[in-house]
T-cell receptor, first 109, second 115 residues
Framework: RKEVEQDPGPFNVPEGATVAFNCTYSNSASQSFFWYRQDCRKEPKLLMSVYSSGNEDGRFTAQLNRASQYISLLIRDSKLSDSATYLCAVMDSSYKLIFGSGTRLLVRP | DTGVSQNPRHKITKRGQNVTFRCDPISEHNRLYWYRQTLGQGPEFLTYFQNEAQLEKSRLLSDRFSAERPKGSFSTLEIQRTEQGDSAMYLC?????????????FGNGTRLTVT
């Protein structure tokens, strides 16, 4: 079993839709959690950290469920420019990030 | 631009040759990481440094791979006797290193093609 698992998608949604991605992790000692966005052939860019109480940044909301060991990302009012791969990342006890394989999002006009 | 800088951006080499990549982290960051990414996969951890100390190496990192960070600033990743399976994007990242809440910031990567 992979340490961090994501549905690869693609999620194909119309502009304006709300879409949610989940990510599960296996190591209960994981410390910190992040979502990254990666465009084709580019480096991952930090989208947001995920806090225990949940957090929001504009159209993006991240939540953490430690009991069930998953994190989620909700995107409201999808834009064409949101089309990308979204990577879930979990920091382990030795301060390295373990990434999922990513979920691909396609927003269509 | 004060982000993480990597060079070269692209490297094409013949199988069996040695290659070296360089990473310059964000200046105040004391942790530096190397990752490898292939198509359709997330970044895969290779190794990381806290200042000049190499704290962890992935067991995926064969003896042909070596990384250094001699003065705790820039880092190099060398691959000896390259194989076609080494073809990938090599990503460097850095972080402030304040406990477990410091996200990693990535450079734009070095794309290696081994022919």
């Amino acid at each position: 079993r992979k340490e961090v698992e994501q549905d690869p998608g693609p999620f194909n949604v119309p502009e304006g839709a709300t879409v949610a991605f989940n990510c599960t992790y296996s190591n209960s000692a994981s410390q910190s959690f992040f979502w990254y966005r990666q465009d084709c052939r580019k480096e991952p860019k930090l989208l947001m950290s995920v806090y225990s109480s949940g957090n929001e940044d504009g159209r993006f909301t991240a939540q953490l469920n430690r009991a069930s060991q998953y994190i989620s990302l909700l995107i409201r009012d999808s834009k064409l420019s949101d089309s990308a791969t979204y990577l879930c990342a979990v920091m382990d006890s030795s301060y390295k990030l373990i990434f999922g394989s990513g979920t691909r999002l396609l927003v269509r006009p | 631009d004060t982000g993480v800088s990597q060079n070269p951006r692209h490297k094409i080499t013949k199988r069996g040759q040695n290659v070296t990549f360089r990473c310059d982290p964000i200046s105040e960051h004391n942790r530096l990481y190397w990752y490898r990414q292939t198509l359709g996969q997330g970044p895969e951890f290779l190794t990381y440094f806290q200042n000049e100390a190499q704290l962890e190496k992935s067991r995926l990192l064969s003896d042909r791979f070596s990384a250094e960070r001699p003065k705790g600033s820039f880092s190099t990743l060398e691959i000896q006797r390259t194989e076609q399976g080494d073809s990938a994007m090599y990503l460097c990242a850095s972080s402030l290193g304040q406990g477990g809440n410091s996200p990693l910031h990535f450079g734009n990567g070095t794309r290696l093609t081994v022919t």
